[in-house]
């Protein structure tokens, strides 16, 4: 059974820094694109970064680049999402997903982890 | 930007087909993939590639996609397929949502 399970969520200071997990099972995570998808209270999905299978192609949503980083272990089955200079509008519940293939839909979530940027 | 248009709301009537719509500039060239999110839950994949339902989705979701709009139908709707769905296509590598579509059962 594929399992993905987001943490590392919480309060934090804006401007300040978190790093999500998202630790995958019942698949072989090193052959499989990931991304992270977020949103915000009572509002809709927001697509945010992906990366590939080895992680030497990344892209991220304008509204994240430069602050937001993704990456992954593949011996540790795991995605990450470093988030440095945060926002009250990065206020949000982020999903890792796990790409479905040829045509790039998202055919696995998981149950999500809220950030909530606030001072 | 590439930007996803849908109607803030759909209502339909149990037993009824509900159609939701996704606008957006040339999407009938793009692949167009549905998802089903209910309250308090994940979303769920229910069309893919346009038209493609995964593995234990009702065959009463169906997709298609042409010019400049993708439609969902469900037909014989349910009280259970009450919920936000979201379309979503990729531009340029860059994934994007549309807004949501609430449907609500009654």
């Known amino acids: 059974e594929v399992q993905l399970v987001e943490s590392g969520g919480g309060l934090v200071q804006p401007g300040g820094s978190l790093r999500l997990s998202c630790a995958a099972s019942g698949f072989t995570f090193s052959s499989y694109w990931m991304h992270w998808v977020r949103q915000a209270p009572g509002k809709g999905l927001v697509w945010v970064s992906r990366?590939?299978?080895?992680?030497?192609?990344?892209s991220y949503a304008d509204s994240v680049r430069g602050r937001f980083t993704i990456s992954r272990d593949n011996a540790k089955n795991t995605l990450y999402l470093q988030m440095n200079s945060l926002r009250a509008d990065d206020t949000a519940v982020y999903y890792c997903?796990?790409?479905?293939?040829?045509?790039?839909?998202?055919?696995?979530w998981g149950q999500g982890t809220l950030v909530t940027v606030s001072s | 930007s590439f930007e996803l248009t849908q109607p803030p709301s759909v209502s339909v009537s149990p037993g009824q087909t509900a159609s939701i719509t996704c606008s957006g500039d040339?999407?009938?060239?793009?692949?167009v993939c549905w998802y089903q999110q209910k309250p308090g839950q994940s979303p769920v994949l229910v069309i893919s590639q346009d038209n493609k339902r995964p593995s234990g989705i009702p065959e009463r979701f169906s997709g298609s996609n042409s010019g400049n709009t993708a439609t969902l139908t469900i037909s014989g709707t349910q009280a259970m397929d009450e919920a936000d769905f979201y379309c979503?296509?990729?531009?340029?590598?860059?994934?994007?949502f549309g807004g949501g579509t609430k449907l609500t059962v009654l």
């Open positions: 990366i590939n299978s080895d992680g030497s192609s990344i």
């Open positions: 040339k999407l009938g060239d793009k692949y």
């Open positions: 997903a796990r790409d479905g293939g040829s045509y790039r839909d998202f055919d696995y």
């Open positions: 979503q296509a990729w531009d340029g590598g860059i994934g994007v």
